[in-house]
């Protein structure tokens, strides 16, 4: 009967062992299978929060290339611009503002960048080489050249005139009429490229038209 016992004791401490070699055979495998699991989810959690932040970036603004010399001296053929589309969600375009706009008519597939000058219910007036608003000469240090056409506008409800800063090489409104608000893409808010241009759009204020306002 002992010695039965003792074999009894014998195969069961071989079995106990047995079983935890096993374990310890198993252990590492099951410590790559978590592993791989684990960079899997991580690389698609990098995916999806990359795609989620090129869409949110995407909505709210735009990313445009400068072209020609209708807005020189302020910015430059090849330059590249960011634009706010969200920040006239909050409030309407504002007399100064450097915007992107799809040209009316269909002129170009190419969007312009121009100057907000005459917002809903101005008169504008071009004369004497300088540009009015509401009867009041406007000071424009940031133009290229004074202006050598004329001409005279109503700006209507939900239409806005804008000019080139260059304004004698400029397809803008002088040329094509009043801009609907529709087709305002954004506010231009940022340069990016070439580095040399780095950094916020020159947008302006005009104190002439706010002390008579």
Known sequence: MVEEHADVVVETLEEA????????EGEPSLSRSFGIRSWLQDILETLLLAVILF????????????????????LHDGQYLIASKAVYWLHPPERGDVIVLDPPGGQSAVPYIKRVIGLPGDIVEVREQRVWVNGV??????????PTY??????????????????????????????????ILGKAIFSY????????IPHYTFPELQSVQ
């Open 193 to 200: 490229w070439p580095p040399e241009t780095w950094g916020a």
């Open 55 to 74: 869409l949110v970036i995407n909505t709210l603004t735009g990313r445009y290339q400068v072209h020609g010399q209708s807005m020189e001296p302020s």
């Open 17 to 24: 062992k047995e079983k935890e070699e096993a374990t310890e």
């Open 150 to 183: 004329t001409g005279n506008w109503v700006v209507g409800e939900d239409q806005y005139f804008v000019l080139g800063d260059n304004r004698n090489n400029s397809s803008d409104s002088h040329a094509w009429g009043l801009l609907p608000r529709e087709m």
């Open 137 to 146: 000469a406007l000071n424009e240090p940031y133009i290229y050249a004074p």
